[in-house]
């Protein structure tokens, strides 16, 4: 099993920036990729950006590319998404999540989320 809370979310206005933070535990959790998603009030799920543990090997969507950025701090088992120049469509819940199978796909344990809201 693999616990996973998220904190950081806020409200900020556009242009600005938040850094997420997840915390992980769980006997295994070194094992797993660690991805960050979000969702929007009426829209799907979908994925921001990824890594691993192991190398620190990264993915992003296009929407967070040269915006986000995810990183790690192993000393203290924790997973960041750092977000800057914030637009409004940022706005959702994000998720953090781990992964057995790799940095895009199945993910099966999962955080509450953390609200983002960016006002414009």
């Known amino acids: 099993q693999v616990q996973l809370v998220e904190s950081g979310g806020g409200l900020v206005q556009a242009g600005g920036s938040l850094r997420l933070s997840c915390v992980a535990s769980?006997?295994?959790?070194?094992?797993?990729?660690m991805g960050w998603f979000r969702q929007a009030p009426t829209k799907s799920r979908e994925f921001v950006a990824a890594?691993?543990?192991?190398?620190?090997?990264?993915t992003y969507a296009d929407s967070a590319k040269g915006r986000f950025t995810i990183s790690t701090d192993n000393a203290k088992n924790t997973v960041y998404l750092h977000m800057n120049s914030l637009k409004p469509e940022d706005t959702a819940v994000y998720y953090c999540?781990?992964?057995?199978?790799?940095?895009?796909?199945?993910?099966?344990?999962w955080g509450r989320g953390t609200q983002v809201t960016v006002s414009s």
């Open positions: 769980g006997r295994t959790f070194r094992r797993y990729a």
């Open positions: 999540a781990a992964s057995g199978r790799g940095m895009t796909s199945g993910y099966e344990y």
């Open positions: 890594i691993t543990w192991s190398d620190g090997s990264t």
